[in-house]
């Protein structure tokens, strides 16, 4: 039980593109789900904190308008990385809350390289 | 505010010999922790996590961890490595009923045969 899913896995886009990165708890619901950035040899950076049915919360330093976060439903959880550019080629990695258990489960990341 | 603490960024450790890996964190409420691993270009698997009661945590692959609230520590470790061990380990901290973690630096395993 409890996985996560992410699609793609990985993705090569044009500068100035945008790439829309799904993530799905396959067999619980999660009315929170995490967003994280991970730089190589580096840990997990949490981006934004995702809430079903309202806004998304994000940490300091991070641009609302280029990473949107839609949540939509109970297991799905969308990030769209807008105009994106070179720096943005990162590892980005999705966990989804289950609150009977208090545990975050993560999925398997989305490597974006920006071209 | 809390943290967390993993001593040393990397270990190198031979087939069969002990696998220790220290975990402090910092919390001002008693904290749930957790231990992850991350495969090379895979996202973290939870491999155990201390919430309450016992304070010696069996997780899997063989791993376990005991919370010292004295020490503020998490340390885990396995009696025994294998080749299969080789990856990266974070220790995690969740505050009691709180939504984030905060994640430890990391600590990289090599295994050597």
């Known amino acids: 039980g409890a996985v996560v899913s992410q699609h793609p896995s990985w993705v090569i886009c044009k500068s100035g593109t945008s790439v829309k990165i799904e993530c799905r708890s396959l067999d619980f619901q999660a009315t929170t789900m995490f967003w994280y950035r991970q730089f190589p040899k580096q840990s997990l950076m949490l981006m934004a904190t995702s809430n079903e049915g309202s806004k998304a919360t994000y940490e300091q330093g991070v641009e609302k308008d280029k990473f949107l976060i839609n949540h939509a439903s109970l297991t799905l959880s969308t990030l769209t990385v807008t105009s994106a550019h070179p720096e943005d080629s990162s590892f980005y990695i999705c966990?989804?809350?289950?609150?009977?258990?208090?545990?975050?489960?993560f999925g398997p990341g989305t490597r974006l390289t920006v071209l | 505010a809390q943290s967390v603490t993993q001593l040393g960024s990397h270990v190198s450790v031979s087939e069969g010999a002990l696998v220790l890996l220290r975990c402090n964190y910092s919390s001002s409420v008693p904290p749930y922790l957790f231990w992850y691993v991350q495969y090379p270009n895979q996202g973290l698997q939870l491999l155990l996590k201390?919430?309450?009661?016992?304070?010696l945590v069996k997780g899997i692959n063989g791993f376990e961890a005991e919370f010292k609230k004295s020490e503020t520590s998490f340390h885990l470790t396995k009696p025994s490595a294998h080749m299969s061990d080789a990856a990266e380990y974070f220790c995690?901290?969740?505050?009691?009923?709180?939504?984030?973690?905060?994640f430890g630096g990391g600590t990289r395993v090599l295994v050597k045969p």
């Open positions: 966990s989804a809350r289950d609150t009977i258990t208090d545990t975050q489960y």
């Open positions: 201390y919430t309450t009661g016992a304070t």
């Open positions: 995690a901290v969740l505050k009691a009923a709180g939504n984030k973690l905060t």
